[in-house]
């Protein structure tokens, strides 16, 4: 395969994780964990591949957050995400802040922190309108030559 020829390593990972949550009334709060490991001598010395979800942040994973996740970092290790959200006026507001840490076995990579800031609204004078705000940040470690990255978007869809 084209990794190996490229002498990246086998292929060899393993996953597991975990999520929990709770909502009351406007609040809820969800909490995931995951680790992923593999051979240390294989690809990212365990780390996924997933040629349709690398560089797209939507992997299945409990802790991928906006920018981000285990398997577009390509490398093995744990990560965590908390992340509560606050619903207001009739459950069209919708803010959702997040913070996701890497313990990742790349060490240019280990400690990588994500914050997000999400924002959603439904306008409910135009039904079907919606508004998306994100702001997202990603602090690298200080030893990592490529330096943090922010992504800021605004997204506004209308389904008719």
């Not at 809820?28 to 560089?55: D, E, R």
């Not at 299945?60 to 992340?83: E, R």
């Amino acid at each position: 395969n084209a990794i190996t020829d490229a002498g990246y390593g086998q292929i060899s990972s393993n996953f597991a994780g975990i999520q929990g949550g709770l909502s009351y009334k406007w609040f809820s709060l969800n909490l995931g964990y995951n680790n992923v490991w593999g051979n240390q001598t294989g690809y990212g010395s365990g780390a996924i591949v997933s040629p349709y979800t690398y560089g797209m942040a939507t992997d299945p994973l409990y802790t991928t957050p906006y920018m981000a996740g285990l398997n577009d970092l390509g490398s093995s290790g744990q990560a965590y995400k908390i992340s509560p959200s606050f619903n207001f006026l009739n459950n069209n507001l919708s803010i959702a802040p997040a913070f996701t840490q890497f313990l990742t076995t790349d060490s240019a990579l280990y400690g990588t922190k994500e914050y997000d800031f999400v924002t959603t609204y439904s306008i409910p004078q135009v039904r079907g309108l919606n508004l998306l705000g994100v702001f997202a940040y990603q602090q690298l470690p200080a030893s990592n030559p490529i330096g943090d990255n922010s992504v800021t978007q605004l997204f506004v869809s209308y389904f008719y």
